[in-house]
Every structure is written in structure tokens, then in C-alpha cells.
């Protein structure tokens, strides 16, 4: 069997290029890694192993023979590999990243879910970047290193390194030993599903360690082979003959258990309808199996454990390769065709508090859609942003995903891309909607006719490489459209105008717990999210910014009787004087009380004015403050010290924020008996007789 070691020499072998970047890779390099948590960047020790096929790191000075890395990522799960500073990782660490050169990074994007995982590197310098990008990308894009006995052999031996844990990290194998014992092999055996008896995986132990005191790695995988596929074969070979009787083919498996050359190449013309001259039958068959021998005038032989690794394999697919690339009429008009196409597709996860990404973006554009779908509404600065409007999902930048899309929009096909536009922006940030795909898109944009005398739409062939705008715009005169979502009953809910929507406390029943979850109340229906669970480090955020706002003079927590204890306290104040407190009025709309408001009560004119504040949490989870669309804050500190140097705008006034009023024994007193239940305001001396 061809090992990946040697499958990737001979594979390179014709390019200097690569053959130097696998030489490298393989001794190793020093870099330093960006953490996806909020953790200082620190340098390890980076390889390739060809004989497990994957990219790991070991803490630097303690890489060897018989390290346990630190982390690991299989070859076959990488999806994409990055030039720059394109991931969370640098963005959580901007004052490291500032000091790296952006041509000396790379980021490695992994895994099998939808939302995958980032390695975010930076090499020693540009060329060392490049080499590790150009072998990762060879290695990742390289059908030949993909085989069904070559995942085999690499699965197996994580499994031997690991002793048969399945958990890959070689933290449970016994270094000094290089051989799986019996209780090894049957913790394996129970892990991969194969039902045996204790006593027949202790028979099939003793038939493969054959006194040796244990399985070394290539009894290990023998034994694997014969006790995954032994059950196979019988049933196999009985329902193979038969089948060949039944239609009159001259194949019969023999007892010898092997096809030769011609039985083989009978085999792909009679039962497959996969006609292949015998040199490229030949040829697959040296490249899968080396070790095939010479049968006399036959030629090579395959054991029928080797026929089984061909039918498990990707030349054994049932789709037929032709059609793994465009081979349908493109030349039809667009309307013609099903088009593969993406709902909310910024959304990492559900329609309620999840995190929008541009990342989500890059996913679907890679996994060959060709509609994507871009909710836009009004935005700070007058900047529009994406979100799923009325939830409590994160925003991003309506720029950045655009730029997003032109740079990964014909990465896997030249057909056109369609921008679904929900637009819920003003006629203001439409402009700079239009703006920004001119900007961005460039050339990409579809802006004119393909042919203005044509009576029906052009085909994708004629819109290769062209990205095409659908837009509908507002109603005239309204301010924003409805947007539903599909409840489990297939029907559609309008929650533009929810009457409430927040978190509440449901219990669980099983857990005798009681959980936090998002609701949104509509005029006929309570609909809820899933179960929210909060990281610590981002409740230690909020309640730190809590405690630290509450030291502050402005702030004054929960007044008697707000709105008029705060005019009391600014009664007679240089415009300018200001104070925050917590808001316990309705939210507008809602009519109900909402804690994570606050009010800013300040002078103006010789009136008191008041200016709701609103919490809110972005695509990290932290905690935002805002009183307009336009800037949000990290705490109520920063949001005061913006206003104290920049004009509060709104169409009825504009201010900066004075000094602070502080919440003065003999003031509150003034106000405190206004909440006692003997005061009357506005009652005569006549009506209290």
C-alpha cells in the first residue's frame, strides 16, 4: 500500500517549487499563533506529518518524535487558506496584530461545520508565508491523496498513536510502548461499532499479535481489516456470483479470493458500464495498491479485500465525475433554470440572537451558491448595516460585506451572482448603498443591458463573471417593509410590529432548571428561541461596566419618580448639566418596562430634556450603549465622555454634555416626598378639607 508520505514525493516530484515547500513544512517553523480567545499571541513550533497527513503545533523547545502537540488540524477538513489578517483572532488582539506585517500572515479556515474554525498565523516573513500557503493548498486540493486505503491508513494510525481512544491527542498512549495491548484493541473494536464478543476479540488479538506481547502498527491494521471487513465478505461473494449467473457474466470470485487484470476490466465493462482500457486499469490499480503481485499471464491480482477498498472508493463513486463540473445547456435564459440560492444568508445560527458574519458570506459563495440574500437598514453615521431587523442578532457593515462578496463571489464558479436586497434603509443610506457597489463591485456590477433588444432575460453564459442586483425599494411613504419568519407550521410570522420581544426565564421541566430565552410577542402568537447560555468572561464585562457607571457622579440609578426627580435636580442648571439614570418607562411601543434602558436627562434652553439610552449586545457578545443608530459604546463612561466633546444631534436639538449633576443629600430630599402616599400635588385646600 502506497503510504501518504510516498504519495506525496511522487505527486511533487515534477515541481521544484512544491518539492521545496513539503521539505520545509516537514522540518518545521517557528510562528506565532493568534488565539481565538482573548490571550497575548505566542510563537510554536509548526509541521506537517505526511504519515497522519496534518498541520500541528507543538509549545516551541518541545517538538520531537514522541510530543503530544498542542493542536492539530487534519489536511482533509482545511477549506480554505488566507493571505492576511482575515479573522477574529487578530481581531481580538489589535494591538498585537498592528505590529505584524500583514504580508506575513495567513490564516487557515477548518473544519466540517458551517461555521468553521481559524488557525491565524504569522510567519518570520513573506516567502515563509507563501511556502506554508502553497503546500497547504497543494495538499488540501490534491484528489490523489484521497483514497479510500490511504484515509484508512492515516484514521488507523491517529488510532494507534492515540491506543485506540479516538480522541487523536496521543495524551493517553504510553510513550514507552509501541504496540496496542488487549485492552486497547477491544476499547477500539466497541468505538468503530464492530460487535464482537470478548472472547472473539481476544481470538482475533492472539491471531495478528502472535506472541509478541502486542499489535504493532501493521497488525493493527490488519486485524482492523479483517475484523471490518470479514463479515463482508461471504455475503459479498455469494450475492456477487449470483448476480453475475443471473445476467450471464463470466465473472465468478474465486477461491483464491483474488481478480486479475482482465477479471477486473470484465467487472468495470459488464457491471458498472464503466468501459477503461487495461493500461489505465493498470495504472489505477499500481497507484492504489503497490503491492499487488504478478499472477502468471493474468497479470496483477486484487484480493478481494483490495476489490472492497475499490468499491469504497472515490473511483467508485456513483456519480458520474463528468457531471462533478457545469455540463448541463448554459445557454438558456436565466428564468430557466433552478438557482441555487441562500435565505438570511448572514446569520451563523438562529433568527433571533445569533451572530451575522461575513464569514457566512465566504461559506455560501464557496459551497457554489449563487443568490445570497442582504437585509439592509439604517445605519450609524449614516452608514447602512446588516441584521435581521427587530432581533437581537449582531450587526456588520454593510461595506464589509459587499467587499466580502466581490472578493469571493466567482471563487468556485464564473456564473452569475444574484444580491438579494430586503432593503429597509431611507432614501440617505440607499444613496450610499448605490455607492458603495459601484465602489466595490466595480466592473462585477451588472449596470446596463446585456442586449437592449432582447426579449427575454440573458442566460448565464452571457453573465459569467457578473454580479446582478435585486432590489426591491420602499413603498412610498413607508418607513420600513414587514419581514416574517417560518414557524414550525410552515407559516409565515410578521414580527415588524411585535408587540414586545426580549429575554424571560422558562423551566425546564427535566433539568428543574429555569433558562433564559429569547420571546418576541406578536398579536397572535409567543414565539421563543432556544436556550441562551452566556459566557462568564462577558457577564464579568457587563457587570464590571455596571459597577464601574454606578461610581460615577452623573449617575444616579433608579430615581423616585424619574422624569420629575430629574427635573427637580436640574432645575435652574446652566444648560449642559446632565444626568443619567436607570429607565424603568415603557420602551416606545411596547408597554412594558424594559431594566437594560437608562435615560439621559439634560439643560437645554433653560429646559430639561430627556434622551433614552438603549443596551444592546454586537457579534462578540459584549454589551453596546446607544442613543442613535449612529454610535454605540462599551459602557456609559464612554458614551459620556463622546457627548462631552462631540454635539449631541437630533431634529429638535443639539448639545454637548457639561458637567455632571451630582445626587446632593439636600436635593433628594426636596423631591423624596413626592413618592409618599400623604403627598397630593395638585390638590386645593378645598378639596383636602
Same mark, same amino acid.
Given at each position: ?11 511533487? +516530484? ?31 513550533s ?19 518524535? *514522541? ?15 488566507? $493571505? ?32 468553521? #474554525?481559524?488557525?491565524?498565523i504569522?510567519a ?11 503546500g =497547504?493548498?497543494?495538499? $488540501?486540493?490534491? #484528489?490523489?491523496?484521497?483514497t ?24 493517553? &498512549?504510553d510513550?514507552?510502548?509501541t ?19 470478548? *472472547? ?11 506472541? #509478541? ?7 493493527? /491494521?490488519?486485524?482492523?481489516? /479483517?475484523?471490518?471487513? +470479514?463479515?463482508? %465478505?461471504?455475503?459479498?461473494t ?6 453475475? $449467473? ?11 479470493? +483474488? ?39 493474468g497479470?496483477?491480482?486484487?484480493t ?15 456519480? *458520474?465525475?463528468?457531471?462533478?463540473k457545469?455540463?448541463?445547456d ?10 441555487? !440560492? ?14 451575522? +458574519?461575513?464569514? &457566512? ?7 457554489g451558491?449563487r ?18 431587523? /427587530?432581533?437581537?442578532?449582531? #450587526?456588520?457593515?454593510?461595506k464589509?460585506?459587499?467587499?466580502? %462578496? ?20 431611507n ?13 466595490? =463591485?466595480?466592473?462585477? =456590477? ?23 442586483? $435585486? ?25 415588524? *410590529? ?11 421541566? =427535566? ?11 406578536? &398579536? ?5 428561541s ?18 464601574? !457607571? ?8 433608579s ?40 435615560s439621559l !436627562? ?10 433614552r ?21 462599551? !459602557? ?38 413626592q ?15
Amino acid at each position: 500500500m502506497i503510504s501518504s508520505a510516498d504519495a506525496v514525493r511522487h505527486q511533487v +516530484s515534477g515541481s521544484t517549487e512544491l518539492s521545496s515547500a513539503i521539505r520545509v513544512m516537514v522540518a518545521g517553523a517557528g510562528m506565532t499563533k493568534f488565539f481565538s480567545k482573548s490571550r497575548r499571541p505566542e510563537r510554536r513550533s509548526f509541521f506537517l506529518r505526511l504519515d497522519t497527513f496534518d498541520f500541528a503545533w507543538f509549545l516551541s523547545g518541545k517538538a520531537g518524535k *514522541n510530543s503530544t502537540p498542542e493542536g492539530i488540524v487534519d489536511i482533509r477538513e482545511i477549506r480554505e487558506v488566507r $493571505k492576511g489578517k482575515n479573522s477574529k483572532d487578530f481581531e481580538r488582539n489589535p494591538e498585537e496584530a498592528k505590529r505584524c506585517e500583514e504580508k506575513a500572515c495567513f490564516v487557515v479556515l477548518y473544519g466540517n461545520e458551517f461555521r468553521l #474554525k481559524t488557525l491565524s498565523i504569522v510567519a518570520f516573513g513573506e516567502d515563509e508565508r507563501n511556502t506554508f500557503m502553497l503546500g =497547504l493548498t497543494h495538499l $488540501k486540493n490534491n #484528489k490523489a491523496y484521497y483514497t479510500y486505503p490511504m484515509v484508512t491508513q492515516r484514521f488507523l494510525l491517529r488510532e494507534f498513536r492515540s491506543r485506540g481512544d479516538g480522541k487523536g491527542s496521543e495524551k493517553n &498512549a504510553d510513550k514507552g510502548s509501541t504496540v496496542v495491548t488487549l485492552p486497547e484493541m477491544k476499547r477500539f473494536l466497541q468505538r468503530i461499532n464492530v460487535k464482537m464478543s470478548s *472472547n472473539k476479540a481476544r481470538q482475533l488479538y492472539q491471531d495478528f499479535e502472535k506472541g #509478541k506481547g502486542g499489535l504493532s502498527f501493521n497488525s493493527f /491494521h490488519d486485524a482492523y481489516i /479483517h475484523a471490518s471487513l +470479514s463479515p463482508l %465478505i461471504g455475503e459479498f461473494t455469494t450475492k456477487f456470483n449470483d448476480i453475475s $449467473k443471473m445476467q450471464d457474466y463470466r465473472i465468478q470470485l474465486r477461491e483464491n479470493q +483474488s481478480l486479475t487484470l482482465s477479471d477486473f476490466f470484465e467487472f468495470l465493462r459488464t457491471f458498472q458500464a464503466q468501459p477503461m482500457e487495461p493500461p489505465a486499469i493498470k495504472q489505477m490499480l499500481n497507484e492504489y495498491w503497490a503491492n499487488t503481485q504478478p499472477n502468471g499471464p493474468g497479470g496483477p491480482i486484487l484480493t478481494q479485500y483490495q476489490f472492497l477498498d475499490y468499491l469504497y472508493s472515490n473511483d467508485n463513486s456513483v456519480v *458520474n465525475p463528468d457531471h462533478l463540473k457545469v455540463y448541463m445547456d448554459m445557454t438558456q435564459p436565466l428564468s430557466h433554470y433552478w438557482i441555487a !440560492s441562500s435565505h438570511n444568508t448572514y446569520l451563523t445560527g438562529d433568527q433571533f440572537q445569533s451572530e451575522s +458574519s461575513c464569514e &457566512a458570506y465566504v461559506r455560501c459563495l464557496r459551497n457554489g451558491c449563487r443568490c445570497v440574500e442582504l437585509d439592509t437598514w439604517d445605519g450609524p453615521e449614516g452608514n447602512p448595516i446588516i441584521y435581521h431587523g /427587530h432581533t437581537r442578532t449582531t #450587526k456588520i457593515g454593510f461595506k464589509e460585506v459587499v467587499k466580502t %462578496i466581490a472578493e469571493h463571489a466567482f471563487a468556485v464558479s464564473e456564473y452569475p451572482v444574484i444580491l438579494s436586497i430586503e432593503n429597509h434603509c431611507n432614501v440617505n443610506q440607499q444613496k450610499v448603498m448605490a455607492q458603495v457597489f459601484k465602489e466595490e =463591485l466595480g466592473g462585477l =456590477l451588472l449596470t446596463q443591458p446585456v442586449n437592449p433588444n432582447a426579449t427575454m432575460l440573458p442566460s448565464p453564459g452571457e453573465l459569467k463573471n457578473k454580479i446582478i442586483i $435585486k432590489h426591491k425599494k420602499l413603498p412610498s411613504g413607508s418607513e420600513e417593509l414587514k419581514f416574517t419568519i417560518s414557524s414550525d407550521d410552515g407559516q409565515e410570522e410578521d414580527l415588524s *410590529n411585535s408587540l414586545h420581544n426580549g429575554y424571560l426565564l422558562m423551566e425546564d421541566k =427535566l433539568a428543574h432548571t429555569w433558562l433564559k430565552h429569547y420571546f418576541v410577542l406578536t &398579536a397572535k402568537k409567543l414565539i421563543y428561541s432556544g436556550a441562551q447560555e452566556i459566557e462568564e468572561d462577558q457577564e464579568d464585562d457587563t457587570k464590571e461596566n455596571e459597577e464601574a !457607571s454606578q461610581k460615577e457622579t452623573w449617575y444616579h440609578g433608579s430615581l423616585p419618580n424619574g422624569r420629575t426627580a430629574a427635573e427637580e435636580l436640574l432645575r435652574d442648571a446652566p444648560d449642559g448639566t446632565f444626568l443619567i439614570r436607570a429607565s424603568t418607562s415603557p420602551r416606545s411601543g411596547s408597554g412594558v418596562g424594559d431594566e437594560s434602558c437608562y435615560s439621559l !436627562s439634560v439643560t437645554h434652553q433653560g429646559k430639561t430634556k430627556h434622551v433614552r439610552i438603549y443596551s444592546n449586545k454586537d457579534e462578540s457578545g459584549k454589551e453596546r450603549f446607544y442613543a442613535t443608530d449612529r454610535c454605540s459604546f462599551d !459602557s456609559l463612561a464612554a458614551f459620556v465622555d463622546h457627548y462631552r466633546m462631540n454635539p449631541f444631534k437630533s431634529p429638535k436639538f443639539c448639545f454637548k454634555l457639561q458637567e455632571a449633576c451630582p445626587l446632593e443629600g439636600y436635593n433628594f430630599i426636596r423631591f423624596q416626598h413626592q413618592s409618599k402616599p400623604w403627598f397630593h400635588e395638585s390638590l386645593s385646600r378645598e378639596e383636602a378639607e
